[in-house]
């Protein structure tokens, strides 16, 4: 019989791992926490995809593994069915509960971290590995409607680098109990979303690109003429359909 020895320095994590691991459970818990004390419903567009998990889920227990891959065929009918999938392994742990769908974010998380991690720790070094994990930009929205919308827009962010090629995106339908299209003028709406910016982008180098977009067609919305403060902060761009503005 033959025994393999690992040296204790393989075995013995390094503090950039402690430390790495250290800002995950930061997030993770921040993030578990905010879940446990938010007693606001689910926005409509979660409470869509809960939904929809549920119903996946409720095909498995009654009709096996094909009556679950026949519901996911066909649960939303247009799109992809991945995100109604992913809750399944965690109703299955902790039961037909519908917070524990939100348990994927931190598996993602999770997932996310270490890539980022282990990618520019072999790319670049340490210091830059656990940089990528913890730099990242929040984007504060405050949606005020004007006027009715006549379809449901989704909002795309990008930060953008000096050639103006993408190094971080997000899109998102934007909030709300309810579809945008039953906005009325005077409606008021915070938002926000969290970009990963990689570490080898200095900040000044780096703008912000949004605007708004109709989901079936991909046709951005055209943006109105910028006037007094507005018009200072930002700067049209593609042939006004979205805005620009450097990163700090």
């Known amino acids: 019989m ?46 869509w995809y809960l939904t929809n998990s549920l119903i996946v889920y409720d095909a498995l227990n009654q009709g096996g593994i094909a009556g679950y891959l026949t519901e996911l065929n066909s649960v939303f009918g247009f799109k992809a069915p991945l995100i109604a999938a992913l809750p399944t392994p965690f109703y299955l742990i902790f039961g037909r509960r519908w917070h524990a769908a939100y348990l994927v974010n931190i598996a993602s998380m999770a997932v996310l971290f270490f890539a980022m991690y282990r990618i520019a720790r072999r790319l670049w070094n340490t210091r830059a590995a656990v940089l990528s994990i913890a730099i990242a930009l929040i984007v504060k929205w405050r949606w005020r409607c004007l006027k009715r919308p006549d379809r449901d827009y989704w909002c795309f962010t990008h930060v953008i680098d000096s050639r103006g090629r993408i190094v971080s995106q ?10 945008l299209r039953s906005w009325t003028p005077g409606v008021r709406i915070a938002d926000q979303v969290r970009l990963r ?20 067609t991909g046709r951005r919305l055209r943006l109105g003429v910028l006037q007094e403060l507005p018009a200072s902060l930002f700067t049209p761009a593609d042939q006004s359909t979205a805005l620009l503005t450097p990163i700090k």
Request: aromatic letters at 10%; glycine letters at 6%; one cysteine or more.
């Open 2 to 47: 033959k025994l393999v020895c690992l040296p204790l320095a393989l075995l013995k994590p390094s503090r950039a791992d402690i430390l790495a691991g250290a800002l995950f459970s930061v997030f993770a818990a921040s993030t578990i926490l905010w879940l446990m004390l938010d007693r606001a419903p689910p926005n409509w567009d979660d409470a």
């Open 170 to 179: 997000f899109d998102h339908r934007l909030p709300g109990d309810s579809p």
């Open 197 to 216: 910016i990689p570490a080898e982008f200095p900040a000044g180098e780096l703008r912000l690109r949004f605007g708004l977009y109709d989901p079936r």
